[in-house]
């Protein structure tokens, strides 16, 4: 959520930002108008408080002193009706202004590339060669299918469409990939963590999922429980309302739990194959900073999550998201995108995100600097990776022209030896 000051203070400047977001300026202007009765109703009500506590005094000491104080006594009750009323009205303005910053997206960092939409993301890098076949290299989901590694048929049939089985050594080669991702992270020094695969509903506003995007979670029905989008959330919240000391900073958290999305809006895109699913695994990262250090720590986040794909040998670019293409709460985006032979183009594999404030401020998730002030944190996330994709990338670029797959040396040792599907 948005500083109120800083929109108050920088108008202006924030309103030029949030453009760049889509936010219609009626929206700001509409929210200093109620943020401006609010502030003139505090002032007032503070007033007449400070009436009635000297009315008190002025009553308890008439009442010492046995004079008649019936008069100070209706004057008083004039007064605690007037307060009341403002109160109330009070209240009104309070969730005005509240319903409209719940709606309002991260302001963009200076750097961030603005556009539109993906097609003014910048490129940054790439890394590795696409693979050049001397064949025609099949989708994903026909290799899996063949092999006998991914069952569609049985997973509609048991659930609904975008669900499907794992099987034998596609079960194997899932597991394999987030025990080798958790690995690799815990070098880097983050801690593995189990966390819980439903969250409550404060925990899901914690992180900006709530109340924005509440049409693409999956529920449980007369419950305060969500099904995790992302260990994301569980993640940012482990220290939801509590004061860090700034000498542990920064903290690294890594997770591997499924996800599970409704996908609301993405009807038509993505029905195929293992890219877009409404339950999928994927390892997440996560990193709670001081904000004069969230930036480099953003940069190594990147590099943590490029360190897999390299180490599976998958060529992949890194793009910067303009302001129309990134998430509701980052500040800056970064995604990884990975090489799919099968559509001639990179997708997205990881997304790692800094929020700076945003989701500490919903969360109050603080931290007390060397002086013994307590302010707001920063908090970062990314995949680490998307698994159910890398699935997709390992199978389309290791493919063979006989309908096998090679399996990348690093993980070998994690199927045992397997070193080809087939």
Not at 98 to 111: V, Y
Not at 241 to 260: C, H, K
Request: charged content about 30%; overall charge negative; aromatic content about 10%.
């Amino acid at each position: 959520m948005l500083d109120i000051k800083q929109i108050r203070n920088q108008f202006d400047e924030v309103e030029a930002k949030l453009k760049t977001r889509g936010v219609a300026s009626e929206k700001l202007y509409e929210l200093r108008d109620f943020d401006a009765k609010r502030r003139e109703l505090i002032i007032e009500t503070e007033n007449l408080k400070k009436q009635r506590n000297e009315a008190s005094e002025a009553i308890g000491l008439a009442k010492r002193n046995k004079e008649d104080a019936s008069t100070a006594i209706a004057q008083m009750q004039e007064v605690a009706s007037h307060i009341k009323a403002l109160d109330s009205e009070l209240a009104f303005f309070d969730e005005k202004v509240t319903g409209i910053l719940e709606t309002l997206p991260n302001i963009p960092a200076a750097d961030v590339p603005v556009g539109a939409d993906e097609d003014d993301n910048v490129e940054v890098k790439r890394v590795g060669e696409v693979p050049n076949f001397d064949f025609e290299p099949q989708a994903h989901w026909d290799l899996g299918e063949k092999l006998g590694i991914l069952d569609w048929e049985r997973g509609a049939k048991v659930t609904g469409s975008r669900f499907l089985f794992y099987k034998g050594l596609g079960a194997r080669l899932e597991r394999a990939l987030y025990n080798f991702m958790l690995d690799e992270h815990a070098k880097e020094g983050y801690t593995e963590m189990i966390t819980p695969y439903m969250v409550n509903h404060e925990s899901m506003y914690g992180t900006g999922q709530y109340p924005k995007f509440k049409e693409d979670t999956f529920e449980l029905a007369d419950s305060d429980f969500v099904l995790i989008p992302t260990a994301e959330v569980p993640l940012t919240n482990y220290y939801r309302n509590e004061i860090i000391d700034g000498s542990d900073l920064p903290i690294y958290f890594t997770a591997m739990s499924p996800s599970f999305r409704s996908e609301a809006g993405s009807a038509g895109r993505d029905t195929r194959g293992l890219i877009r699913l409404h339950q999928f695994h994927k390892v997440e990262m996560v990193k709670f900073s001081k904000p004069e250090t969230s930036y480099q720590e953003l940069e190594k986040m990147v590099e943590n999550a490029g360190n897999i794909l390299e180490k599976l040998g998958l060529a992949y670019r890194v793009v910067a998201l303009s302001t129309g293409d990134m998430g509701f709460s980052a500040a800056k985006t970064y995604d990884l995108e990975v090489w799919i032979p099968s559509q001639q183009t990179y997708r997205e594999i990881s997304s790692c995100s800094n929020t700076e404030d945003f989701q500490a401020r919903r969360a109050q998730i603080r931290y007390r600097d060397e002086a013994g002030k307590t302010q707001l944190l920063h908090t970062l996330n990314g995949s680490g990776l998307a698994v159910g994709r890398t699935v997709a990338a390992l199978l389309e670029n290791y493919q063979n022209a006989d309908g096998s797959v090679t399996i990348p040396e690093v993980l070998r040792p994690y199927l045992g030896g397997v070193d080809v599907i087939k």
